[in-house]
C-alpha cells in the first residue's frame, strides 16, 4: 500500500479511471504504485510518455539492464524484481542474481559491464560522474547519443523511485510468487504488501475501454 490515501479502483471516475484501466490492461490489476498518481493521473501519463520517449531508440536488453541496475542501487524493491523478470529474456535466473550482485564477468560483455557500473554510479551519485566515465564508455564503442539514453534511463528511474519511496509505496503481492531466492535477493528496499492485488470491476473496465476508444 502506501503512506497517503489513495481512491481505490471502485470508486474511480473519469480520467482516473481511464489511467486505473490502462494499468489494469498490462498488469491484470491496479498496481500499487498507480494508485499514488490517483489525484494526478495527468503526471502517470506524461511519466509514461517520457519513458516511451526514452526506451524508442534503445535496444530492450540494454535499457532493460541499465532500469535493473539503477533500481538496485536505489534500493527500489519493485523495480529491481520487475526488471529483473524482465531481464529473463535475456538471462537464467543465476546469472540476474549474479548481475545483482556485480559479479559481472562471465555474464556480461566488457561494454554491458561499463553500462552497468555507469547507471548505478548515476543512480548512486551523478555529481560524482566525470568526463573520464563517458571517455570510457566511448571507449566501448558507446556514442553519444546512445549515453545520453543510458544516463536518462538512468536518472528516469530514479525520479520514479523515489517519488514511489516517498510515498511509501510497497511491492505488489503479485512478486510472491517469484522463486524465493530471486525474491529475497532482489527485495531490496521496502518489504513486498502482503494485501491482494485490487482490481476494476468488469463493467468499469468496459465504460473505461468505450471511452478510450471513442476518443
Not at 504504485?33 to 510518455?49: H, L, N, T
Not at 509505496?169 to 535477493?185: G, H, M, T, Y
Amino acid at each position: 500500500m502506501s503512506f497517503i490515501e489513495t481512491i481505490p479502483p471502485a470508486t474511480a471516475q473519469g480520467a482516473l479511471r481511464d489511467m486505473y484501466s490502462r494499468q489494469q490492461s498490462s498488469w491484470g490489476y491496479v498496481p500499487n504504485y498507480a494508485k499514488v498518481f490517483c489525484y494526478r493521473p495527468e503526471v502517470m501519463a506524461r511519466w509514461g510518455r517520457l519513458l516511451a520517449e526514452i526506451k524508442r531508440p534503445m535496444a530492450k536488453r540494454c535499457f532493460e539492464l541499465v532500469t535493473f541496475s539503477a533500481a538496485l542501487e536505489l534500493r527500489h524493491s519493485a523495480c529491481a524484481l520487475a526488471h529483473g523478470r524482465a531481464l529473463g529474456e535475456f538471462f537464467s535466473e543465476e546469472q540476474i542474481l549474479a548481475i545483482a550482485a556485480g559479479r559481472l564477468a562471465g555474464v556480461l560483455s566488457e561494454p554491458e559491464q561499463a553500462v552497468v557500473e555507469f547507471a548505478r554510479q548515476v543512480a548512486r551519485d551523478a555529481a560524482s560522474v566525470s568526463a573520464a566515465h563517458i571517455r570510457s564508455l566511448e571507449k566501448h564503442g558507446y556514442t553519444s547519443a546512445e549515453i545520453f539514453d543510458i544516463a536518462a534511463t538512468a536518472a528516469g528511474r530514479a525520479f520514479f523511485t523515489k517519488l514511489l519511496d516517498a510515498l511509501g509505496v510497497r511491492p505488489d503481492s503479485s512478486f510472491l510468487a517469484c522463486d524465493e531466492a530471486f525474491r529475497r535477493a532482489l527485495t531490496v528496499g521496502r518489504a513486498i504488501d502482503s494485501e491482494a492485488c485490487q482490481t476494476m470491476p468488469v463493467e468499469e473496465l468496459a465504460i473505461a475501454a468505450n471511452l478510450w476508444e471513442s476518443g
